[in-house]
């Protein structure tokens, strides 16, 4: 699978599950969407990519185009860091 393939997965992925709790909150209307949908997609990721390099934060930052004091301090903000 090509990266552009993949990366148009993980797009509809998001999008439908944008799309399904909108549609769950039935006329509510969401604040701060953009906050949340970060939190929701930052954690899950920080820990699938620190899995993936054995906890390597100097690995985990490269992977994820970040410097490593910026990454650990997102580590923190979300209780990940060791």
């Known amino acids: 699978m ?3 393939e993949e990366i148009s997965q993980l ?3 998001v999008k439908h599950s944008i799309r399904r709790y909108l549609y769950e909150l039935d ?6 969407m953009y906050d949340l ?6 954690q899950p990721l920080f820990e699938a990519i ?3 390099t054995k906890g390597n934060q ?4 490269e992977l994820l185009g970040l410097n490593r004091g910026t990454l650990r301090k ?3 903000s979300y209780n990940l860091h060791k």
């Open 2 to 4: 090509g990266d552009t």
């Open 11 to 13: 797009s509809h992925a």
């Open 27 to 32: 006329g509510a209307q969401p604040s701060n």
């Open 37 to 42: 949908v970060l939190k929701q997609i930052e």
């Open 50 to 52: 620190l899995e993936h």
């Open 58 to 61: 100097s690995r985990a930052a």
């Open 74 to 76: 997102k580590l923190r």
